[in-house]
């Protein structure tokens, strides 16, 4: 399985990278605009670096272009792409203490060992409302962001990048759910950025809350039957959320295509 990073506009901030061990910074590649190249090759001389085939190329753009990159041209069957301001915690009763490099890479051997034809999309669950959770293990179906592992011939096939410019995560998890593949998160291990919604670079490159707010309504528009629009106020900043019942649209996925 191959480890992508998608980075805009953070040179000196590789949160997610500088988490990584070197087993698995090994089979890591950084995805960025091309003046960034430069600096990151200085900065990261163990990581590959490949720059972006457009200018301002936006999130669900460069994550059409990876999958079928990676798989057409050179091969792989598994990826997963990371955000690049994530920081990793692995559960240990009702705490969260940051994961050791090897909770990390037992993390990620479970999600390589996952991904195949009966679960094209796997990952890690999110820090926030973990702690809740009675036992933790995998969750199926269940929210995914932050850190997607796809299983290549399936999504390459079944994806379409090109419907929302914000969510494409959530986008891409209804797609497969609705064609009956089940996806599967792994609550053991779990992400949490590291400097929250408006943090430079990024998406906050483009993403304003109004825009935001219309992506929200977009995504509902295209799945009415399993997305709401709720409000949020995160911090101080109100903006439109989208709430998906993800066991519904993989409930009416399997009852039609599987």
């Keep these: 399985m191959q480890i992508i ?33 430069d600096s990151l090759h200085r900065l990261y ?20 272009w990876i999958v079928r990159t990676w798989f057409d041209d050179y091969g792989h069957t598994k990826i997963l792409l990371l955000d690049d301001d994530l920081v990793f915690a692995t559960r240990k009763g009702k705490r969260l203490p940051k994961s050791t490099d090897e909770e990390l890479i037992t993390a990620f051997q479970r999600i390589e060992d996952k991904l195949g034809p009966e679960f094209p999309h796997v990952g890690l669950g999110q820090r926030q409302f973990n702690n809740h959770i009675a036992e933790v293990g995998w969750k199926i179906p269940g929210k995914m962001q932050c850190a997607l592992g796809y299983y290549l011939p399936v999504v390459t096939k079944e994806v379409r990048w090109d419907l ?13 759910l609705l064609k009956g593949y089940e996806n599967a ?22 993403r304003t809350v109004a825009m935001s707010d219309a992506e929200a309504w977009k995504l509902q528009r295209l799945y009415p039957e399993y997305v ?17 019942q993800w066991k519904k649209a993989l409930d009416y996925g399997k009852s039609q295509y599987r």
């Excluded at 980075?7 to 997610?16: A, F, L, W």
């Excluded at 998160?185 to 430079?200: I, K, L, M, S, Y």
């Design 164 to 176: 929302v410019v914000l969510r494409s995560d959530y986008c891409a998890s209804l797609q497969l």
């Design 45 to 64: 001389p163990d990581v590959k670096i490949t720059w972006e085939p457009y200018r301002n190329m936006k999130l669900p753009e460069k994550r059409d």
């Design 228 to 244: 709401s629009v709720v409000d949020r106020d995160y911090k101080g900043l109100p903006r439109k959320e989208v709430v998906v």
């Design 185 to 206: 998160v792994w609550t053991e291990t779990v992400v949490e950025q590291a400097r929250g919604f408006d943090a430079p670079g990024g998406c906050s490159t483009y």
């Design 5 to 37: 990073i998608t980075t805009r506009g953070r040179i000196y901030e590789q949160s997610t990278l500088q988490r990584l061990p070197p087993e698995l910074r090994k089979r890591t590649t950084l995805v960025c605009p091309k003046r960034e190249v």
